[in-house]
């Protein structure tokens, strides 16, 4: 490889497009992202659930946002990669926080395909 130039350059598993000039091209990919909306039924108040639901957030690398509902329930949104955000969607349905008792989860808008994230962390609302 020529001083000056570096090797090529893999972000992601989708469809490769090259950039570079016609002398060296490097190999980039365009990422996408997970996401879904979820909806926790039980005790789920008052238990630090959007606390933990952060924390747990933080932990994988996933952004999006969380809230409690006036009917009880914590809702949000969850995005990121593939396998993190599978992980978030399993913490939700079956462990969430130690005070906590889940009766369901309803999740929805289950997505492969965001070209990009709408937020920059994961924020309580």
Partial sequence: MRAGLTSPVVICRTAPICVGSSSYKRLVTT???S???FEVFGKVQGVFFRAS???KAKKLGVVGHVENTSSGTVTGEVQGGKEP???????LQNT???GATIEKCN???ERDDLDKLSYRSFEKH
């Avoid at 955000?85 to 913490?91: F, I």
């Fill in 53 to 55: 639901t952060i924390d």
């Fill in 85 to 91: 955000v599978s992980q978030m969607k399993d913490w």
């Fill in 107 to 109: 999740i929805t808008n």
């Fill in 31 to 33: 990422m996408t992202y």
């Fill in 96 to 98: 969430g926080p130690s």
């Fill in 35 to 37: 996401a879904f909306n």
